[in-house]
């Protein structure tokens, strides 16, 4: 069967839509409403449809409710079929013809089944006991029989096995969990009122499960007493605490048991038949596994953590502190962009001279739009400071003793170049020490992030995030300059040297270009604005070293001001920010979604562009605490 025909069926059940790399409809058995869809499916590289459904129906299940063998999911060509060794699966119509047929061969007695089931309920296997088989010489033996598309076959399920009672254990998550060996002694300790759960064939394949159920609860395992016993008791506690978070393990060896007892006899032996006392009794002979490294290690950072919360009605709501209003935000983190040589550093200056010297802002029109006189910090990497900067600060008319730049640190090995990453504190020192710090400019922004990756989001946030905790803690407005990439495709606000973070961490975002109808003449525009609508355009002149705003104020779009006459579609716009943002690895999808609407990119853009792309999609965790990831599909 192709891909084609396979989404045909599907789409009988609800609509079918590309989710990445994959198709996502409606699963045909359970409840799915049909918006979120979890059923995806995609044809894999050998040919064969691989499908997998996120509410927890196995696979096997959604083929046979599709009307499919299981074979149909094998491409016509026969790529992704078994070898033509492989017997082929004898199906049976009925359960009770597949326990038939197996009885008649073994030549034993059926005497009784237990039935296995999925996450979300659904029968998966059934393990089958037979008595006195001649083909065994009068032994007792346990086959697996399990769903397929037209019926049932012997073995066991594709993948790994789900513990006995899974739907059990999933809804009582507080209670600890007993593990025995056969599904004989399991429903017995559920008699006296255990919790209790065993992995399909006891002793000789606990591998084969899928203990991650377990994760993070308290186990009390109850082997048999014999040799299998207590190398399956070691073997599953190796892997519980092997899980994360780890499970905390216990291991009780029941007395009084003869050589190959179990759970079941020691209940039906025991005087007192008060599931209390016998529960009591398990518990107070229980002796504690010690973790795997590995799991020691991670359980002791868990322990080391703890969480920094408030309730939000201990929260003092503050009002935005405006340096220039609906422009420069105080206490946070700004960003001044535009190409080499427009005049980015002139406006930083100008905003240092008015806040130095208490002068209107360029479009003051009330008295509330004179800025608080206070300090400024300037770091620049590229600027002489007596060929260059002092001299375009007493042009503008700034109080240059209210203007300090740092030159460096001071250590042992001597004057290191600044970096926010190694050098915050003593960043913070000069600004404590200086006082009434305004205003910190940042020329350019990437030189001061040190051995930070400028295009892995990850780093960049993290030494961003050192400049803006400085900006809240001292109520000043730190304003980063930075270049322009030469891709003229791009947005504005996707044209920072670097990472998306850049714009993406910044809570206002400015544009310095020129006006393409006057050379002589530059243009300030809004690009982004976290806290107020965007403020109209303003224009400028740079004349004997000073810069001379004009009067008024007008509408501009950044991205025609840098336009270079082929206009970017914004899918392309959104399809290279999401090769951009998820080049470094996954990242959740909510943190994607996020970016892309601070840069302006719809929801509708962004899903067309992550079918372009061929972005992944993947679930981590288990129902509600699940959390869904992007990557390349690539």
């Known amino acids: 069967m192709n891909l084609a025909d396979f989404k045909a069926l599907v789409e009988r ?70 070898q033509a060794t492989v017997k082929p699966q004898k199906v049976y119509r009925t359960l009770y013809e597949a326990v038939e047929a197996i ?24 393990v089958v006991r037979f008595d006195a088989c001649k083909a065994l010489d009068g032994k007792k033996t346990y ?74 609860r308290d186990v009390v395992i109850l082997p048999d007493c014999d040799q299998p016993g207590e190398k399956y008791a070691a073997t599953v506690a190796d892997i519980l605490t092997g899980l994360n978070p780890a499970a905390r393990v216990k291991i009780v060896r029941l007395p009084g048991l003869p050589g190959g007892g179990d759970f079941y006899d020691y209940i039906e032996q025991s005087e007192s038949k008060n599931p209390e006392t016998i529960k009591a009794n398990v518990l107070t002979t229980a002796v504690e596994v010690p973790l795997t490294r590995s799991a020691a290690t991670a359980r002791k950072a868990a322990e080391a953590m703890s969480p920094d919360y408030v309730c939000m009605v201990d929260v003092e709501p503050k009002p935005i502190r405006w340096l220039w209003q609906d422009r420069l ?27 130095t010297t208490g ?28 060929y260059t900067v002092r001299p375009r600060l007493d042009a503008m ?10 030159r460096g640190v001071k250590s042992e090995k001597g004057s290191e170049f600044f970096d926010v990453v190694k050098h915050l504190p003593a960043l913070e020192e000069m600004v404590k020490s200086i006082g009434n710090v305004r205003l910190i400019i940042c020329d350019p922004l990437t030189a001061f992030l040190g051995a930070t990756d400028q295009h892995k989001n990850g780093e960049v946030r993290t030494a961003l995030a050192r400049f803006s905790g400085l900006a ?68 400028f002149r740079i004349e004997d070293g000073a810069v001379h705003w004009e009067a008024g104020q007008f509408e501009a779009n950044a991205n025609d001001l840098l336009s270079d006459g082929n206009s970017e579609s914004p899918l392309n716009e959104a399809v290279q920010f999401l090769r951009e943002i998820l080049a470094d690895g996954r990242v959740l999808s909510k943190e994607v979604q996020k970016l892309a609407k601070q840069s302006g990119i719809s929801e509708r853009t962004l899903n067309r562009a992550k079918k372009v792309v061929g972005v992944k999609s993947e679930r981590e965790g288990i129902g509600v605490t699940s959390v869904w990831f992007w990557r390349l599909s690539q």
């Open 13 to 82: 059940h609800g609509p079918v839509v590309r989710d990445g790399g994959d198709w996502r409809g409606r699963c045909p058995c359970h409840d799915d409403d049909g918006r979120r869809g979890d059923l995806t499916f995609r044809q894999g590289d050998d040919g064969r449809i691989v499908l997998h459904c996120w509410g927890g129906c196995s696979a096997k299940s959604v083929v046979s409710a599709l009307g499919l063998q299981w074979s149909d999911l094998f491409s016509e060509n026969g790529h992704g079929r078994p």
């Open 103 to 126: 009885q008649q061969r073994l030549g034993g007695s059926y005497t009784s089944d237990w039935t296995y089931h999925d996450a979300g309920g659904d029968e998966v296997m059934y």
């Open 143 to 216: 086959r697996p029989v399990h769903p397929v598309p037209g019926g049932f076959a012997e073995g066991d399920p594709a993948g790994p096995l789900p513990l006995y009672g899974l739907p059990k254990l999933l809804a009582d998550t507080s209670s600890p969990v007993f593990i025995v060996e056969g599904e004989k002694c399991c429903d017995a300790g559920r008699k006296i009122g255990l919790l209790t759960t065993t992995s399909a064939h006891g002793a000789q394949s606990p591998q084969r499960t899928d203990w991650q159920p377990l994760a993070g």
């Open 329 to 355: 935000p105080g206490a946070m983190l700004s960003l001044l962009i535009g190409v080499e040589g427009r005049g980015k550093t002139f406006v930083a200056l100008d905003m240092a001279a008015r806040i």
């Open 359 to 386: 002068r209107f802002w360029p479009d003051a029109q009330a008295p509330e739009d004179v800025p608080l006189v206070g300090n400024v910090v300037f770091l620049t990497s590229e600027d002489h400071l007596e």
């Open 397 to 406: 008319g700034a109080d240059a003793s209210r203007v300090f730049a740092l």
């Open 472 to 539: 809240e803690r001292y109520g000043c407005a730190v304003v980063g300059i930075s270049h322009l990439s030469k891709d003229a495709s791009k947005a504005a606000i996707h044209r920072t040297i670097g990472s998306v973070a850049f714009s993406a961490a910044a809570r206002a975002v400015w544009l310095v270009a020129d006006d393409k109808d006057d050379d002589t003449r530059r243009i300030f525009c809004p690009v982004k604005c976290n806290l107020a609508p965007l403020a109209k355009s303003l224009a």
